[in-house]
């Protein structure tokens, strides 16, 4: 593995670890802000601007399609970041309610969506850890 995986895995890993963490601790209040944050298009503006920012970022620095799970996995969060950060900047602000409140249905699986990002948080720190590549 090379060390950009290692470090990234890493990176992300703690970053879900701490999001989720907070994410289930604050459960409504975090409903409340990321209902607010869709609904204000200047905020999602920067937020999308910022996402598209990191996704590319992650995109050219690691766009690994092999090499075991860990990397595909990170070379996934990457693009799926960059998506999204599109997605945030072109969805009109009707679309994105529906996107994103709708169609994911966020408050009725918020637990689930947060169990996710710990699981592969958890994930990503220990591989990237683990990693004898430092």
């Known amino acids: 593995m090379s060390p950009r995986t290692a470090f990234l895995a890493r ?12 994410m289930i601790t604050h459960k ?5 802000m990321v209902t607010a944050l869709v609904r204000n298009p200047p905020g999602l503006f920067i937020v999308g601007v910022i996402t598209l920012g990191v996704g590319l970022a992650m995109v050219l620095g690691h766009n690994v399609w ?4 860990l990397a595909v996995i990170v070379t996934l969060i990457g ?3 960059l998506i999204k950060g599109l997605l945030f900047l072109f969805l009109s602000p009707d679309a994105a309610v529906g996107f994103f409140l709708g169609g994911f249905r966020y408050e009725q699986l918020f637990y689930l969506y947060a169990s996710i990002s710990l699981v592969l948080g958890v994930y990503l720190t220990y591989g990237g850890f683990r990693s004898t590549s430092r």
């Open 79 to 81: 693009w799926l970041a």
């Open 11 to 22: 990176l992300i890993g703690l970053y879900s670890i701490l999001v989720a963490l907070s």
């Open 66 to 69: 092999s090499g075991g799970a």
């Open 28 to 32: 409504q209040a975090t409903v409340v």
